[in-house]
C-alpha cells in the first residue's frame, strides 16, 4: 500500500531563506506527483505537477524535483516571504495497488518570520 | 473563472439527517473525486469518479454515497450521519486521469455532527 510521508511536519524560517521541503513514497510505480499549498480554512491549490517520467518542474521561485527509484520529492522555495506561509502537501498518484487514487502526506506547516 | 464549487461552506448537523452537499465544476473534468481532511490523519479520498456514471470507492467510503448523473455534478450524500463524519471535506476534478493533469481543489465544506 502506498505511503507517503513529509518531513519535517512544522518549518519556521526568517524571510529571505532558501528553504527545502521533503516528501517520501513507498512505492515507485507512480503516475504523477504534486505539490499543494493549503492556507487555513481553504482548499488546496496544486503548485507543481511531476509527470513520472520528468525530474523536475519549476513555477518562479518554487522548483519541484523528482527521484522516483529513490521514492522521493523535494520542493524548493527560493528567496521565501512571509506570504508563503502555508501547509505544503505532496501527493502521487498510483502505485501497483492504488490505481488512481491520490495519496497525500500530512503536509509540512511553514512559517515564513518578516 | 474555472472553478469547482462546494455548498454549503459550513454545516452543523444532527446524528441521522440525511445531508447533502454539493460540488459542481465548470471546466469539463472528467474525473473527479471527495476528500476528507481530519487533523493526523491528513486527506484521504471517500469517492471517485472517472465519468458520467462511472464511480468507484476510495480509502475511507464507509457511510457515504455518491452520484455521477451529469458530468458538472458530484454530490456527496450522507444517509445517516454520525458524529465521526465530523470532518472538513473537500471536492476535487481534472480533466482525465493521466498523468498530466492537476487537480482542481472547491474551498471545502465544514460538517459538524451532534
Known amino acids: 500500500k502506498q505511503e507517503v510521508t513529509q518531513i519535517p511536519a512544522a518549518l519556521s524560517v526568517p524571510e529571505g531563506e532558501n528553504l527545502v521541503l521533503n516528501c517520501s513514497f513507498t512505492?515507485?510505480?507512480?503516475?504523477?506527483l504534486q505539490w499543494f499549498r493549503q492556507d487555513p480554512g481553504k482548499g488546496l491549490t496544486s503548485l507543481l505537477l511531476i509527470q513520472s517520467s520528468q525530474r523536475e518542474q519549476t513555477s518562479g521561485r518554487l522548483n519541484a524535483s523528482l527521484d522516483k527509484s529513490s521514492g522521493r520529492s523535494t520542493l524548493y522555495i527560493a528567496a521565501s516571504q512571509p506570504g508563503d506561509s502555508a501547509t505544503y502537501l505532496c501527493?502521487?498518484?498510483?502505485?501497483?495497488?492504488?490505481?488512481?487514487?491520490?495519496?497525500f502526506g500530512s503536509g509540512t506547516r511553514l512559517l515564513v518570520r518578516p | 473563472e474555472a472553478q469547482v464549487t462546494q455548498n454549503p461552506r459550513y454545516l452543523i448537523t444532527v446524528t441521522g439527517k440525511k445531508l447533502t452537499v454539493t460540488c459542481s465544476q465548470n471546466m469539463n473534468h472528467e474525473y473527479m473525486s471527495w476528500y476528507r481532511q481530519d487533523p493526523g490523519l491528513g486527506l484521504r479520498q471517500i469517492y471517485y469518479?472517472?465519468?458520467?456514471?462511472?464511480?468507484d470507492k476510495g480509502d475511507v467510503p464507509e457511510g457515504y454515497k455518491v452520484s455521477r448523473k451529469e458530468k458538472r455534478n458530484f454530490p456527496l450524500i450522507l444517509e445517516s450521519p454520525s458524529p465521526n463524519q465530523t470532518s472538513l471535506y473537500f471536492c476535487?476534478?481534472?480533466?482525465?486521469?493521466?498523468?498530466?493533469?492537476?487537480?482542481?481543489f472547491g474551498s471545502g465544506t465544514q460538517l459538524s455532527v451532534l
Open positions: 512505492d515507485s510505480a507512480i503516475y504523477n
Open positions: 469518479s472517472m465519468n458520467v456514471e462511472v464511480t
Open positions: 476535487a476534478s481534472s480533466l482525465g486521469t493521466g498523468g498530466r493533469e492537476k487537480l482542481f
Open positions: 501527493a502521487v498518484k498510483g502505485g501497483l495497488d492504488s490505481s488512481y487514487k491520490l495519496i
